[in-house]
């Protein structure tokens, strides 16, 4: 006598014909490609007041989708860049330990915070190419790289010259958002 319920803690031996699941509840390749596109992050409109399908962004809304592209952004950043924070990790400290890790630490941050920008369309630098592009991604490699060591070692050199915070916080930003600012004219 077999039992036609399923098992309620599913272990996987129920193999009559009232399995807990069925082909009907597999969803077809339309609809995870609808799903997938939800789960996209909208581009920004020219006017950032404008209104969407649902109506108007409200402020959550906008930060929301901005967090969102600052999140990536790191990701992305800290995926292609990691071999320039291998360099700096592995290589002898030409500068003092101190400003080399405290500018490389803000340039990541900042770093993040300039392609979160530039690829949401906050800052206009030209078409950024998407997570995905595989044609980009030698450039974008090499790019994010000379961003991270170029930053982190110019704010370095002018903790150790200058003995200030202030020049390790400056140019590590700079160079980053300039360097990373020419990522569409390259690509």
């Known amino acids: 006598?077999?039992?036609s319920t399923p098992r309620d803690d599913r272990s996987g031996d129920d193999t009559t014909e009232d399995s807990w699941i069925?082909?009907?509840d597999m969803p077809t390749e339309a609809e995870l490609w609808e799903r997938r596109a939800g789960n996209d992050p909208a581009p920004p409109t020219e006017d950032?007041?404008?209104?969407?399908?649902?109506?108007p962004l409200s402020l959550t809304g906008r930060m929301e989708r901005w967090l969102e592209y600052l999140f990536n952004s790191g990701v992305e950043l800290s995926f292609l860049g990691s071999f320039g924070l291998l360099i700096l990790f592995f290589t002898p400290p030409l500068l003092s330990?101190?400003?080399?890790?405290?500018?490389?630490l803000v340039a990541i941050a900042s770093g993040s915070t300039w392609l979160g920008l530039f690829r949401g369309g906050y800052i206009d630098v030209g078409e950024f190419p998407g997570?995905?592009?595989?044609?980009?991604?030698?450039v974008r490699f090499a790019v994010y790289n000379v961003a991270l060591v170029g930053g982190t070692y110019a704010g370095a050199y002018w903790w150790d010259a200058q003995s200030s915070l202030l020049f390790?916080?400056?140019?590590?930003?700079?160079?980053?958002?300039?360097?990373?600012?020419?990522?569409?004219?390259?690509?």
Request: aromatic fraction near 8%; charge should be negative; hydrophobic fraction near 40%.
């Open 22 to 24: 069925t082909d009907d």
């Open 48 to 55: 950032p007041d404008s209104s969407s399908e649902d109506g």
């Open 131 to 138: 997570y995905g592009n595989f044609a980009s991604a030698p």
């Open 97 to 104: 330990v101190d400003g080399i890790s405290f500018s490389g």
């Open 1 to 3: 006598m077999t039992n």
């Open 168 to 187: 390790a916080i400056v140019f590590p930003a700079v160079i980053t958002g300039v360097v990373i600012a020419s990522v569409p004219r390259l690509t």
